[in-house]
């Protein structure tokens, strides 16, 4: 289940989108939901796979490059160049393994700030692909956890929202010139 939409893997010097990093306003607005599907949606999935490769990405959400829509493009073997990416438009999680793992993550839109975050080990989630059909897919490892990260961006949260050890994170996000009080910490 994969995407019909692909693009060159290659790093482009100017890509077609602006990635919005942490204290960005644009990265807490709730996405919303997409109601057409179109040549013009096909369109941004290209430019947001061009973008994504450009930054050494694994996935990415609309809000990032600052487009309010429910849509992710995530490819977890970016380096493989006969796998194709996944397009996820408006994905809900449909189950959640009660298993959560702890993985060291980063984000796009947040560079160079890395740190554990505890997610569920495997889910459920259902979406419509690029040419608007139902899907469904089960997820588990890595990919789940690119999934739940990029569907936290369109509800306006950050990995960094789920990190626990508060003063591991003002270090980091100091470290590399983010203010930590753009953090919104998630209530578990």
Same mark, same amino acid.
């Given at each position: 289940?994969?995407?019909?939409?692909?693009?060159? @893997?290659?790093?482009?010097?100017?890509?077609?989108?602006?990635? +919005?990093?942490?204290?960005? @306003?644009?990265?807490?607005?709730?996405?919303?939901?997409?109601?057409?599907?179109?040549?013009?949606?096909?369109?941004?999935?290209?430019?947001?796979?061009?973008? #994504?490769?450009?930054?050494?990405?694994?996935?990415?959400?609309?809000?990032?490059?600052?487009?309010?829509?429910?849509?992710?493009?995530?490819?977890?073997?970016?380096?493989?160049?006969?796998?194709?990416?996944?397009?996820?438009?408006?994905? !809900?999680?449909?189950?959640?393994?009660?298993?959560?793992?702890?993985?060291? !993550?980063?984000?796009?839109?947040?560079?160079?700030?890395?740190?554990?975050?505890?997610?569920?080990?495997?889910?459920?989630?259902?979406?419509?692909?690029?040419?608007?059909?139902?899907?469904?897919? !089960?997820?588990?490892?890595?990919?789940?956890?690119?999934?739940?990260? !990029? #569907?936290? +961006?369109?509800?306006?949260?950050?990995?960094?929202?789920?990190?626990?050890? $508060?003063? %591991? %994170? +003002?270090? $980091?996000?100091?470290?590399?010139?983010?203010?930590?009080?753009?953090?919104?910490?998630?209530?578990?």
């Amino acid at each position: 289940m994969t995407a019909t939409t692909t693009v060159s @893997k290659r790093k482009l010097k100017q890509p077609p989108l602006t990635i +919005h990093t942490l204290g960005d @306003k644009v990265l807490r607005q709730p996405a919303k939901r997409v109601t057409q599907i179109n040549d013009e949606l096909r369109q941004l999935v290209r430019q947001m796979l061009q973008t #994504m490769y450009s930054a050494d990405g694994i996935g990415l959400a609309a809000p990032q490059v600052g487009v309010n829509k429910r849509l992710i493009v995530i490819d977890t073997e970016y380096d493989n160049p006969k796998s194709a990416p996944l397009v996820l438009i408006n994905p !809900e999680i449909r189950k959640r393994s009660a298993t959560e793992i702890v993985i060291q !993550e980063g984000c796009l839109s947040i560079p160079d700030v890395f740190i554990d975050v505890k997610r569920s080990e495997s889910i459920t989630v259902a979406f419509k692909d690029e040419r608007g059909r139902p899907r469904q897919l !089960e997820a588990k490892g890595l990919l789940a956890r690119v999934i739940l990260h !990029e #569907m936290d +961006h369109l509800e306006g949260v950050l990995f960094v929202d789920h990190v626990e050890n $508060e003063l %591991l %994170l +003002h270090n $980091e996000l100091k470290q590399h010139g983010f203010d930590s009080r753009d953090v919104q910490p998630v209530i578990r």
